[in-house]
Nanobody, 129 residues
């Protein structure tokens, strides 16, 4: 069974930084090829869920939505089975609940929520101006 458990998040002023982490278990058993996609979505109040970043595990290819390119970095620690999202130069528009997500196979570069079958509980990120 795939499980995703986020940690990190919090409140920060604009221009600051935060780091999110997500312990991911179960995908090793799910995918014999050990190639699957993990990443992050976010949802701001009153808005739809938006894909932020993803990484094609086993290949290492990363994908980002345009609004975070150059500011956010997604990475995966194989030894600790932990997905991370380093967020720098944060803006108020980055505020929202951040979800760790996963899917077997290649990453959907369009970041359609329906392409990711596994979701964490979410962690709140608040950026004040």
């Amino acid at each position: 069974q795939v499980q995703l458990a986020e940690s990190g998040g919090g409140s920060v002023q604009a221009g600051g930084f935060l780091r999110l982490s997500c312990l991911i278990t179960g995908y090793e058993e799910y995918s014999a090829s050990r190639k699957y996609c993990v990443g992050w979505f976010r949802q701001a109040p009153g808005k739809e869920r938006e894909g932020v970043a993803s990484i094609y595990k086993g290949v290492g290819t990363t994908f980002y939505t345009d609004s975070v390119k150059g500011r956010f970095t997604v990475s995966y620690d194989n030894a600790n089975r932990t997905l991370s999202l380093q967020m720098n130069s944060l803006k108020p528009d980055d505020t929202g609940v951040y979800y760790c997500v996963g899917a077997g196979g290649r990453c959907d570069t369009s970041f359609r929520p329906s392409s990711f079958g596994n979701w964490g509980q979410g962690t709140q990120v608040t950026v004040s101006s």
